[in-house]
């Protein structure tokens, strides 16, 4: 790294953001792109859009200001977006009240400060420049000095919207310091910060008896009181509480509900009127977004008080639940580990089986499809389940609105790993994590004999559902440069599949000649995948154009379709009685037999996070399996070691 560069390239930054001018130079700017004069909820949706947006498979979006940072919430998300979306165009939602609704560690904070610190970062682009009135606590908007009779004209002329009025103290100044000369008030560029008090604000609510209104709405100088009322305002209304310091940006309020009715009260005219009561000196302009969190049982006790259907009517609710994806909840653990200073390395398996005893926790029984909890967790995480599709995981998730909103948190998870890490010498293994997980349910002091019991139930579930993802590893790790292998295999089908769908030729590149296409191949994979002959036509259409614009010099990622993973995993793992004559050793003790499993030790290693205390774990554990197996054959549409 070069230091003197990284020195002159942060000097040069501050230098491009320490733009000042004149106000009549910052209407020639305005005039000229309308959007510096964007409103808060405007820029925090242009802000979401420039950090990046990312189709994914069934019309699904992910967000990359959330990316790495929030797990399996894209539904919730989504919604937080629409929300924006919507306010972004001057609707009447932008009049609401966003609140995040959820259980204890789903994510609801998390969600709150990728915004704060996206909408900062975002004001220190070219794009998301934001200017204001020289020396305003308020950050006030510039054009708020035009008078309301040439508005209008502004709109027309050059899409110039403008909202609001001067607030005291820049009314005192461009009265006093200006002479009323407006083309002369000094203008500045404003970087946003939480920190520093500039377009970002924070309150948490507490008991309500030890709150201080002025932290809210700003405190006043007794010592500049007397004189003309607006005169007095101007010198006596400091505008330094939170409400004001978040004008142009975004506001948190933390555990919002817990506040007593001044609070809410300000809160209701502010979103409502996009201004703050400031008793004796009537009100002040502010344009922000409030965005607040709570619990389940807050918000039904706001919904249970009649006295609060106000409040209720200009609240938004966007539920943030604990994610049910098992991938997803394992990352999360993978990332709040990495943080940690533990010299200790954590199976693979470990986290996937924690995260699978955390999902089924939250899961709610769905008999009438048929569906075990084990079943419906690995549909929700994705995975292939003959019978079921997409669209029915969406009218299952319709069908129980609350799944995600209770259950064994993320925080519970990992207070028990990390207490696990102590016991674990080198490596977590999943007997290890399944083991301080069983442990802690009898010392968490919030659980009741029944759901103990529950949990205990679902701690040899997720056994059961470990020895199943265990034979999957070992038949991947046996299976040479298994990744790459399975992309030509895709490769090739979406050759022939092409060439089926069009009723031509498969093109020279792939066989060395035009040749007809391979229906037994094609119908191979289909028919693993669960496709019917009468459906093999729309499921080519949905392969083919999901991986339509996939760069040819780039390895397919064969999981995108998990009907198609499904299917290329059935067609190139080593089937289950293979898979036991690999694992245990013959009589003879074969050569060849030991080196497949020091060759699939060594791939578990290279290329799918194990170490050797874990890699050895592995292989061990499906020794046992093979040995203790009853018979060998998967149940129809299963992958299943019967034990």
């Known amino acids: ?86 306010a972004s165009r001057r609707l009447e939602v932008r009049k609401r009240i966003l609140l995040l609704l959820g259980p204890v560690a789903s994510g609801k904070s998390s969600i709150a400060t990728l915004l704060k610190r996206g909408l900062q970062a975002y004001s220190r682009t070219d794009e998301g420049a934001l200017y204001a009135i020289k020396g305003c606590p ?11 009779k040439f508005r209008p004209d502004l709109l027309n002329e050059y899409g110039l919207y403008i909202e609001g009025d001067l607030c005291p103290h820049c009314r005192y100044e461009l009265r006093h310091a200006y002479s009323g000369r407006l083309e002369e008030v000094r203008v500045r560029r404003v970087v946003l910060s939480e920190r520093e008090g500039v377009g970002i604000g924070t309150f948490l609510g507490t008991d309500p008896g030890s709150q201080d209104l002025a932290r809210l709405v700003g405190s006043i100088d007794q010592a500049a009181l007397g004189g003309d009322r607006l005169e007095e305002a101007g010198r006596a209304y400091r505008l330094d509480g939170e409400l004001n310091v978040a004008n142009r ?195 968490h002091p919030a659980l009741a004999g029944e759901e103990r019991e529950r949990l205990r139930a679902l701690v040899e579930e997720t056994r059961r559902e470990g020895d199943e993802l265990a034979v999957r590893e070992g038949q991947r790790a046996y299976v040479e440069d298994f990744e790459a292998t399975a992309a030509r295999l895709l490769r090739t089908y979406l050759a022939h599949a092409v060439a089926a769908l069009s009723g031509g030729k498969l093109q020279g590149d792939h066989l060395g000649e035009e040749a007809d296409p391979d229906e037994k191949l094609l119908r191979s994979l289909e028919e693993a995948a669960g496709i019917r002959e009468h459906e093999k036509d729309k499921f080519r259409r949905e392969i083919t154009d999901l991986y339509h614009a996939w760069p040819r010099n780039r390895k397919l990622d064969y999981t995108l379709d998990e009907r198609m993973r499904h299917a290329l995993e059935a067609k190139l793992y080593p089937d289950i009685r293979a898979l036991g004559r690999l694992l245990l050793p013959s009589r003879d003790g074969d050569v060849k037999e030991a080196g497949e499993r020091e060759r699939a030790q060594r791939r578990l290693i290279k290329s799918y996070g194990y170490c050797q205390v874990c890699a050895a774990d592995l292989l061990r554990h499906l020794e046992g399996l093979a040995r203790s197996a009853d018979g060998l054959s998967p149940p129809r549409g299963r992958r299943r070691w019967l034990l």
Not at 23 to 37: G, Q, V
Not at 54 to 83: C, K, S
Request: aromatic residues 8%.
């Open 249 to 443: 940006g975004l506001m948190e309020f933390i555990e919002m509900l817990k506040s007593d009715e001044r609070f809410l009260t300000v809160l209701l005219s502010l979103t409502q009127e996009q201004t703050i009561k400031v008793g004796r000196f009537g009100s002040v302009y502010a344009d922000e977004a409030v965005i607040s969190h709570t619990n389940e049982a807050e918000y039904k006790a706001l919904v249970e008080n009649k006295r609060s259907e106000a409040l209720q009517d200009r609240i938004i609710v966007a539920r943030i639940p604990y994610t049910l994806k098992v991938g997803q909840e394992a990352r999360i653990y993978s990332k709040l580990l990495a943080e940690s200073a533990a010299d200790v390395h954590f199976s693979p398996l470990a986290l996937s089986a924690a995260a699978a005893f955390a999902v089924l926790s939250r899961l709610e029984p769905s008999p009438q499809w048929g569906m075990t909890l084990a079943k419906k967790m690995r549909l929700y995480d994705g995975q292939f389940v003959e019978g079921y599709t997409h669209q029915d995981v969406l009218k299952m998730q319709e069908e129980c609105p609350n799944e995600g909103m209770h259950g064994i948190s993320p925080r519970y998870i990992i207070n028990q790993l990390s207490r696990a890490v102590l016991r674990a010498g080198g490596c977590l293994t999943p007997a290890l994590a399944l083991e301080a997980l069983a442990g802690g349910i009898e010392q």
């Open 1 to 86: 790294m070069d230091l003197d560069h990284v020195l002159e390239e942060s000097r040069l930054e501050e230098e491009r953001l320490q733009w000042e001018g004149a106000f009549s130079d910052y209407l020639r700017m305005a005039t000229t792109d309308p959007r510096i004069a964007r409103l808060s909820h405007a820029r925090v949706y242009d802000m979401l859009l420039a950090a990046g947006v990312q189709n994914g498979p069934h019309g699904a979006v992910a967000y990359r200001l959330f990316e790495g940072e929030i797990f399996g919430l894209d539904r919730a998300l989504a919604q937080i977006v629409d929300y924006f979306a919507s």
């Open 138 to 148: 308020m950050q006030e908007e510039p054009l708020h000095l035009i008078p309301e």
